[in-house]
């Protein structure tokens, strides 16, 4: 079992759907990183948090440290939002080791 | 504000070759330095971190080795490509503060193809 799981693995979305990418972890970690992938193979990171919840634009994240879970929300989804999104649990303090899932990808039709 | 760069963007080599592939990091110092891979059709994967000059950690053995002569350069070579060490290389950079966690910020990545 991969120490990091995201589902669902792959998602279809029309344009303005609310969406939705689960993530579960089995290590401890110091933080959960939500990172997004674009084609091209760029990679941003969009959230780290370490506890509650985080908002940026349509974009919202929240992880609950006693069910080892984090989710990632896109309100009123575009199709610019197609990407692979990747959750990565921060091990290792200092150091900032990363354990990857193994990405969601999203597409969003218009 | 910081920066992070690496090149070549994209390299095709014949097993057997060696391999340089370099990152630079702008407008901070003394950060932790990563590289991670992504093979095809699988998820990122830490190879060596760095916490300051000379000092590298690898993650996975391999053929791959690292080097930071610089506190703000971090390399990754090999002697002699593999056919499985194609893949997407990205390098990231994170500041240091204590036992705490910091958001990693990743270059643009170079996609290398062995053949």
């Known amino acids: 079992k991969n120490e990091v799981e995201q589902s669902p693995q792959n998602l279809t979305a029309q344009e303005g759907e609310f969406i939705t990418i689960n993530c579960s972890y089995s290590v401890g970690i110091s933080a959960l990183h939500w990172l997004q992938q674009h084609p091209g193979g760029g990679i941003v990171s969009l959230f780290m948090l370490s506890s509650g919840k985080k908002k940026h634009g349509r974009l919202i994240a929240t992880i609950n440290i006693q069910e080892k879970h984090s989710s990632l929300h896109i309100t009123a989804s575009h199709p610019r939002d197609s990407a692979v999104y990747i959750c990565?649990?921060?091990?290792?303090?200092?150091?900032?080791?990363?354990?990857f899932g193994k990405g969601t990808k999203l597409s969003v039709k218009p | 504000s910081q920066t992070i760069h690496q090149w070549p963007a994209t390299l095709v080599q014949p097993v057997g070759s060696p391999l340089s592939l370099e990152c630079t990091v702008e407008g901070t110092s003394n950060p932790n330095l990563y590289w991670y891979r992504q093979a095809a059709g699988r998820g990122l994967q830490l190879l060596f971190y760095s916490v300051g000059i000379g000092q590298i950690s690898s993650e996975v053995p391999q053929n791959l080795s690292a080097s930071r002569p610089q506190d703000r350069q971090f390399i990754l070579s090999s002697k002699k490509l593999l056919l499985s060490d194609s893949g997407f290389y990205l390098c990231?950079?994170?500041?240091?503060?204590?036992?705490?966690?910091?958001?990693?910020?990743f270059g643009p990545g170079t996609r290398l193809t062995v053949t």
């Open positions: 990565a649990a921060a091990v290792g303090g200092s150091q900032g080791n990363l354990i």
């Open positions: 990231a950079w994170s500041r240091v503060r204590g036992a705490l966690s910091y958001e990693q910020y």
